[in-house]
């Protein structure tokens, strides 16, 4: 598999072969993180590092500069990522029970900070309890392998937000690179199902594109989304 993955990326047969081959393999998005984190694993290298620095720098100065009072994240992780966040209130949610609980330990005296399983499937906040000031998705869109799941999730995602919604992903329908990685134009879905949403800002990634590094850290960018009529006073 990791010859046919390396032909993958020259030979457009090797290419249309891997991917079904990771199809059959896949357990599904939710099955694969809660294995990954049950074996030991973390949340990738955009989570750790450089790019953790960077994804920091860019969400905490936006957060200061925009008095933004809360913050909800959809795929919190093992919380590596949030442990140089600044965030005046926080709600993480995870489709993996061990990453939920890797991250109430790692935060168990912070009384800012709340984390909650999420599940898609059966996901409702009807009474509005689950929304912030800004909604946040990092690293999360082009691992959504499954249409259902990416559906669900964008929609989870847009409605959890009073204010802003910001993204750090890919942005181009090139398909899967990996088992666990869908690459998607997601603006699309935000222009044609995000009614009242604009996009105000879109921020390249400081580091230059790296086809060594597949998985879509390099190929992403920062898209901040602005509610139409939403005023930081009023919340």
């Known amino acids: 598999m990791k010859r046919l993955k390396r032909?993958?990326?020259?030979?457009?047969?090797?290419?249309w072969l891997y991917g079904k081959c990771t199809a059959i393999l896949f357990p599904g998005s939710r099955r694969y993180w809660e294995g990954r984190y049950g074996r030991g694993g973390n949340s990738g290298d955009g989570s750790y590092g450089e790019f953790a620095e960077f994804k920091a720098e860019v969400v905490n100065s936006f957060?200061?500069?925009?008095?933004?009072?809360?913050?909800i994240e959809y795929g919190c992780g093992d919380g590596n990522q949030l442990s140089i966040a600044q965030y005046p209130s926080y709600i993480g949610l995870d489709v993996s029970k061990t990453a939920i609980q890797i991250c109430k330990d790692r935060f168990k005296d912070?009384?800012?900070?709340?984390?909650f399983l999420y599940d898609p499937d059966v996901s409702g906040?009807?009474?509005g309890e689950l929304v912030a000031d800004l909604a946040l998705s990092l690293d999360v869109i082009y691992h959504l392998v499954e249409d259902t799941v990416y559906d669900l999730y964008m929609t989870h995602l847009f409605n959890a937000a009073r204010r802003f919604v910001v993204v750090y992903s890919s942005n181009q329908d090139s398909g899967k690179t990996a088992a666990h990685v869908r690459h998607r134009c997601f603006c699309d879905w935000v222009s044609e199902r995000a009614t009242g949403w604009t996009l105000r800002q879109k921020i390249d990634n400081k580091f230059p594109f790296d086809p060594k590094q597949p998985e879509g850290t390099y190929l992403a960018d920062f898209y901040v989304f602005e509610k139409a009529g939403a005023c930081g006073d009023d919340v």
């Open 7 to 15: 032909l993958a990326h020259h030979i457009p047969f090797a290419q």
């Open 125 to 127: 906040d009807q009474a």
């Open 63 to 71: 957060v200061r500069d925009n008095r933004v009072k809360s913050v």
């Open 110 to 115: 912070d009384p800012t900070k709340s984390f």
